[in-house]
């Protein structure tokens, strides 16, 4: 089965609790006013990778404790993803998912997909990211309307220490030098980094 990626990060600190792999999808159908990725929008424009390839290149990183689904919007590939999360999950790894949908309308939908990668998701971030909201005081969102869903035990112990989890920037030069950024900063800090680097 084939996932059509974005980007794919080895090793992370940034995109959720403790040191992850991350996969970014390419293709959002949600496409939310102010999205700092919009890039990830259209469902062309990715690069197709093969589900199981893809974990057992995660499965061979050292030091990682899970991997982050984020987007583009991961359930807009959640047959793919559920795959690779059950892959991952039965190898011991955490699986934590990004979606602008919410949580409830995911569950009434009766889709046997969105319902299978909810299944091994131990953390879920729900929410449309919604530019009038900005809200950046909990790690790892954009709005203060978008919520933890904390779906097995296996996150349990962080639901009363969010607000001390710093969110952070990581930068990463390629070896063709494009400059690559991911996390979660505001604006301003954003153009006061791009401004430094330009």
Request: glycine share 10%; proline share 5%.
């Amino acid at each position: 089965m084939q996932l059509n990626v974005h980007q794919y990060i080895p090793v992370t600190k940034v995109e959720g609790p403790g040191i992850r792999a991350c996969i970014q999808v390419q293709g959002c159908p949600i496409r939310c006013n102010g999205c700092a990725v919009p890039f990830t929008w259209p469902e062309n424009g990715g690069i197709a990778r093969d589900v199981n390839e893809l974990a057992e290149s995660i499965l061979n990183t050292d030091g990682i404790e899970g991997v982050t689904f984020l987007g583009g919007e991961p359930f807009a590939q959640a047959e793919a993803l559920a795959m690779l999360g059950r892959l991952l999950r039965h190898e011991g790894l955490s699986v934590m998912t990004f979606t602008g949908y919410v949580y409830e309308d995911l569950v009434a939908s009766n889709n046997q997909h969105y319902s299978d990668l909810i299944a091994v998701t131990d953390l879920l971030v729900d929410g449309p990211f919604q530019k009038e909201n900005l809200d950046t005081s909990r790690p790892w969102v954009g709005s203060s309307n978008q919520r933890y869903h904390f779906l097995t035990d296996r996150y349990l112990y962080l639901q009363d220490k969010l607000l001390d989890i710093p969110n952070r920037l990581e930068v990463r030069l390629g070896t063709d030098g494009r400059v690559m950024v991911n996390g979660l900063a505001e604006l301003t800090d954003l153009e006061y980094l791009f401004g430094k680097l330009m």
